[in-house]
């Protein structure tokens, strides 16, 4: 069984920055692709960033540049840093590893 815990959500005006976390029970971690999703009110969610256990990263094309993903294996720990905010990056964002998911963290841009 993983479980997964966010944390890091909060009110930004718009083109600040936020650091979300995601930490990670379970013994998969170190070998797991991890990944954020998010999902705004009334939209599907959608695949934001990724990183494999080897620390390869991929990012949906609207955010590349100003979102940054990573993982600190000691840890157990996948961050999502999130610089020049928009309102449209308004959302709950999620972790999620293999079929587990955790149950999100609010963010919202707005001034």
């Known amino acids: 069984q993983v479980q997964l815990v966010e944390s890091g959500g909060g009110l930004v005006q718009p083109g600040g920055s936020l650091r979300l976390s995601c930490v990670s029970s379970?013994?998969?971690?170190?070998?797991?692709?991890m990944a954020w999703y998010r999902q705004a009110p009334g939209k599907q969610r959608e695949w934001v960033a990724s990183?494999?256990?080897?620390?390869?990263?991929m990012y949906k094309d609207s955010v590349k540049g100003r979102f940054t993903i990573s993982r600190d294996n000691a840890k157990n720990t996948v961050y999502l840093q999130m610089n020049s905010l928009k309102p449209e990056d308004t959302a709950v964002y999620y972790c999620?590893?293999?079929?587990?998911w955790g149950q999100g963290t609010q963010v919202t841009v707005s001034s």
């Open positions: 999620r590893t293999t079929n587990y």
């Open positions: 379970g013994s998969i971690f170190n070998i797991a692709t």
């Open positions: 990183i494999t256990s080897g620390g390869f990263t």
